[in-house]
Structure formats: C-alpha cells, structure tokens
C-alpha cells in the first residue's frame, strides 16, 4: 500500500473501528474468555474439557493498523487444538494510539505473567509480521529486565525495522503481491510515535539477541521482509543465539497462514514446537 493508503486506512477505521472478536466456531472447541489488561482486550483460549499441556503468547500482524482477522483465528485454532495449548491473545491497541513506548512493556508484562503463572508445560511466544517484531521486542525488553525468557520465540514473517532500509528491498518490492514499502513506512511511522524508527522498541532487529530463548523464524523469497528475517539469522548467530530458520522459495509474506502445501508443512512445525515445549 501507498503512504497514503494506510493513512486513509487508519482515519477510517477511526470512525468504524473493525471487530477483532473470534469467529463462533471457535467455541466448539476451545473455551473462550476475554478480559482487559490496561486498555487491551485480551483472549484466552483454552482447549474444551481438558487441562492445556502448554501456554502460548500470540501476538498477531497487520502492520500495527489492523486487528485480528480469520487466518490468524485459524492458526490459534491450531495450537488449541493440535498442541494442546491455552493460547492467549491481546488485541493491542493499535497504531497511531498504540505506539511502541506503551505496547512492548504492556506485551512483556503479559509475556512474563505467562512464564512466572505455572501449570504445564512451558511457555513459547508466537509472532507473525508486526506482531512478531512486537514479540521480539518484549522478549527483549523482558531479558534485559528480569532475565526471564519463554521456552522459544516463534516468528512468522516478522517485520523487524521499520526504517525499511535494507538495499536488497527495492528488488524483491517489484515481485512481492501482497506488501509495499510506502506504506510500511508509515505505518511504522505511526508505531513509532515519539520514538526514533530505529529504536529497539520499534525495531528489534536493532537491539541484542543476546540472551534471547530459542528462535525459529519462517520467512519466504517474495516477501520484502525477508531481508529482515535473513538479517536476524546473521546478527542472533554472531549474538550466540540459537536460530531455526525456513526460508521457502518464491512464497509470500505469512505463508504459514495461507492454504497451501508449504503454509501447512509450516503450522505443523510450529504445532510440533509448541508440543516440545510442553513435554519440556
């Protein structure tokens, strides 16, 4: 999208904000409460009739200006029903009221009442596009903090500096369907509010891996991002971090949402993950 776009986005969703409630047919199989954290709605969906094995943060994407829609129910659905997982949910306010300085230390507080809470299994924290670059931002804020990380951070096609500088972006820009560099400027612009673009906050690939839990990260070759995501292998392995990294060729931004062979291949991994952190 043009600057432009997601500026005429943000006004109308301003007059007619949209729904981020879940779809009813998540009832059928997951118990469904909502509660609010500060000024946040926050889901927490349990699997029906049994204990959760693990716990799951799921920070969604839609360039901080949109809210939760169905493919990101879908794969909350999953993790519910295939894991095992209570998976809980904040709508975030989003961008230009939520801004960075508010919403990583509100998503760390949520992230650390998930570690410290006890029950079964772990705790994995998952992220797809600028949810991802708000779940690693508050893992980071966490660690430097408190010490404290999940059993491992999950990150879908993260969006991780806003600058949207990287030299390699123009290129892949001409063969990506779904993505723009204008308008993830701004939207990032307005994320940022009175922070610089290049903060950690806002831009996590800025800050350290050092210290972080386990990362894995999915990315494909048509995605603009993906320079994002190639950056973060480099600079978390010279951090010493451990990264499990899928790059999937000629495949679009969230990939692992989408109804495809690759995208499936791709929830069944992240499925097995979480599984891991419960039996850990």
Known sequence: MSAEAVRTRVARSARRPASH????????????????????PVYDVSPLGAEPAVRVLYVHGGGYVDELVRPHWAL????????????????YVLAPRGTADRSVPAAADLLSGLIEGGGAGGTVLVGDSA?????????????????????????????????????????????????????LREAGRLYAGTLAAE????????????????????????????????????????????????EEPGLPHVYPLLPVPEGRAARERIVALVREAADG
């Open 21 to 40: 409630l879940p779809p009813r047919s998540l009832g059928r199989v997951a118990e469904v409460s909502r509660t609010f954290v500060g000024a946040w």
């Open 131 to 183: 949810g991802a670059g708000l779940a690693l931002a508050a893992a980071q804020w966490l660690r430097d903090r408190t010490g404290a990380q999940p059993s491992r951070i999950v990150l879908i096609s993260p969006w991780l500096d806003v600058t949207m500088s990287h030299p390699d972006q123009e290129a892949i820009e001409a063969g990506d369907p779904m993505l723009a560099r204008p308008g």
């Open 76 to 91: 909350i659905r999953t993790l519910v029903e295939r894991a095992g997982a209570r998976v809980v949910v904040p709508a």
């Open 199 to 246: 903060d950690p906050r806002v831009s996590p690939l800025r800050g350290s891996f050092a210290g972080l839990a386990p990362l894995t990260v999915f990315t494909g070759t048509r995605d603009v991002l993906s320079t994002d995501s190639r950056e973060l292998l480099r600079r978390a392995r010279a951090d010493g971090a451990e990264v499990e990294f899928h």
